[in-house]
């Protein structure tokens, strides 16, 4: 391998994939790929089902756990991340989200100049294959391929009626700027198997004699000498290699790598890099802060008289004819996203956006990568999607491969406390309208003993639990405070930018995935446009 390049991008998820491709297409700039996981050859990164599979298997993820969350009665999560090619792209819910206008153009509010919904759209585009054919809203023709389910369930069509009922109205398109509304999900799938960051970019640039993909390698910390980013210092195949950088490194690691490895460099708070043995770079008090994540609570209630998953999937004879299914057609249960039917509202009208997502599922299961309950249910999760809790990511020793310590930080605040009540009672409105009385749905998570405000807050924090949306921990604004400036770049450090989740500001109000792509698109142009 060479020992110095143009660009170093650490980290191969879902925006370091796509960095990877972007860069090597000059064919006279160098790349290099870091990935700390290894290759997506594993069967289940491609089933869609397998994310039950790759959730919580070390082969797939980092197995990351959260402290222990006051918010959620002393409990710790588990925290997934990616650690294999495409990073969460290959072990998510395949759901392509952009967001609302509203995120961007809060954004640009705030000092993140070329960030609003006008600039921020052509980005999305660029990169999609969109099922139905383009227009003002869609692009087709680039490597991000959205599908549509490959099926639906009476069960899910009974909620959605109930949720109109309830003054919900249906869409069929969360994706043009306003989601509010209910509709199934649209899904990064081709033909029933998941579409990853790997094959969408990877592939195609792979045999670029400019492109040097590392898998296996962990970046033990970026070597700063006198204010720049001079090179990468990571382990791979039991060596410790340093390669230098010509141009830029770029972090892509993810809202939890990220400011991890600006620590393990001595960038980031001088009591927090003292305590674990790491000599101050630079000080830079909001590397690791502004954490944000979507705290779901998991309502779940028994149904009879209407077909679920669970039962279907609790015999032998039925796991059978979900396989069959899924070898002839490449549908039924095995082409599932966790999630089939999504729902954005408010939980109440002094929001002016949608506030609230649900992930309504045909099953119910008392955590992932366990087994589904005997009974028929069905579960419909629901999020605070602008939470005002903040919590942090900081790394708790020198050694790369140790685990940060993580502090979601859930319902740390009054509003959050009063959303996550109110979002409880909405679903017991909506699952007590007439289309769903026919299936008699009796509610046992959390359970009908839990009635007044103290009572539902109490609930969430045992229901709760993350939705896989981190984000927020290399903040970007115009202010000094910021980790990065609207250009991304690292405020101190030369010839370093960071380019993932870890950069909003404000978490979006969906799914992460898609955003993080755009954030690599625009980082990109961005990059190329410095060294022409």
């Known amino acids: 391998m060479e020992r110095d390049f143009d660009y170093i991008v650490v980290g191969g998820g879902t925006a370091g994939c796509a960095l990877a491709n972007r860069l090597s ?56 991340r990616g650690k294999v090619l495409g990073g969460c792209s290959s072990i998510n819910g395949m759901i392509y989200m952009r967001g609302q206008a509203r995120d961007y153009d809060l954004w640009r509010q705030m000092g993140c100049t070329g960030w609003g919904w006008d600039d921020v759209l052509p980005l999305f585009k660029r990169s999609e294959d969109y099922f139905a054919g383009a227009d003002e809203m869609h692009g087709v023709g680039g490597e991000w391929r959205v599908e549509p389910a490959r099926l639906h369930w009476d069960i899910l069509d009974a909620f959605r009626t109930a949720a109109e009922q309830a003054g919900i109205p249906r869409t069929e398109d969360f994706n043009r700027g306003d989601n509010e509304g209910s509709s199934y999900f649209k899904v990064n799938q081709r033909r029933g198997v998941r579409w990853n960051a790997v094959k969408a970019f990877l592939r195609p640039a792979r045999h670029r004699a400019n492109l040097t993909i590392v898998t296996g390698a962990h970046v033990r910390r970026l070597l700063i000498t006198e204010g720049e980013v001079r090179g990468v210092c990571f382990e791979a195949g039991g060596e410790t290699l340093d390669v230098a950088c010509r141009r830029e490194v770029v972090l892509a690691a993810g809202a939890v790598g990220s400011p991890h490895l600006l620590e393990l460099s001595g960038v980031g708070r001088g009591e927090i890099l003292a305590e674990a043995g790491v000599p101050v770079v630079l000080e830079r008090r909001e590397v690791g802060e502004n954490l944000q994540d979507h705290l779901q609570l998991r309502c779940a209630y028994k149904v009879s008289g209407i077909r679920t998953l669970n039962e279907r999937a609790s015999s032998l004879v039925g796991k059978a004819s979900i396989a069959l299914e899924y070898a002839l057609k490449r549908s039924g249960p095995m082409s599932m996203a966790p999630s089939q039917l999504g729902v954005f509202t408010r939980s109440d009208p002094s929001f002016e956006t949608a506030n609230l997502q649900y992930h309504v599922q045909p099953l119910s299961l008392e955590r992932f990568g366990e087994g589904v309950h005997p009974f028929p249910a069905f579960t419909a999760s629901v999020c605070n999607l602008r939470p005002e809790s903040r919590g942090s990511v900081h790394l708790r020793g020198k050694e790369p491969g140790g685990p940060p310590a993580i502090r979601p930080n859930y319902l740390s605040t009054e509003t959050d406390r009063r959303v996550a009540a109110d979002a409880i009672r909405l679903t017991r409105r909506i699952v007590a309208q007439p289309a769903l009385a026919p299936y008699r749905p009796e509610e046992f998570k959390p359970g009908p003993g839990f009635e007044d405000e103290a009572a539902l807050v109490e609930a969430a924090g045992a229901i709760g639990t993350t939705i896989f949306h981190p984000a927020g921990t290399c903040r970007m604004g115009a202010d000094e405070g910021s980790v990065v400036d609207p250009e991304l770049r690292v405020r101190g450090v030369k010839r370093l930018r960071v380019a993932d989740a870890s950069i909003m500001p404000a978490i979006v109000s969906g799914n992460t995935n898609s955003p993080t792509l755009m954030i690599a698109e625009k980082a990109a142009e961005m990059i190329r446009a410095a060294w022409r």
């Open 25 to 80: 297409a000059d064919p006279s700039a160098s790349v290099l790929l870091l990935e700390a996981g290894g290759r997506d050859n594993y069967a289940w990164v491609h089933i869609p089902v397998g994310y039950l599979f790759c959730i919580g298997n070390p082969r797939t993820d980092w197995c990351f756990q959260t402290e222990a969350e006051p918010g959620l009665n002393g409990r710790s999560l588990a925290y997934p």
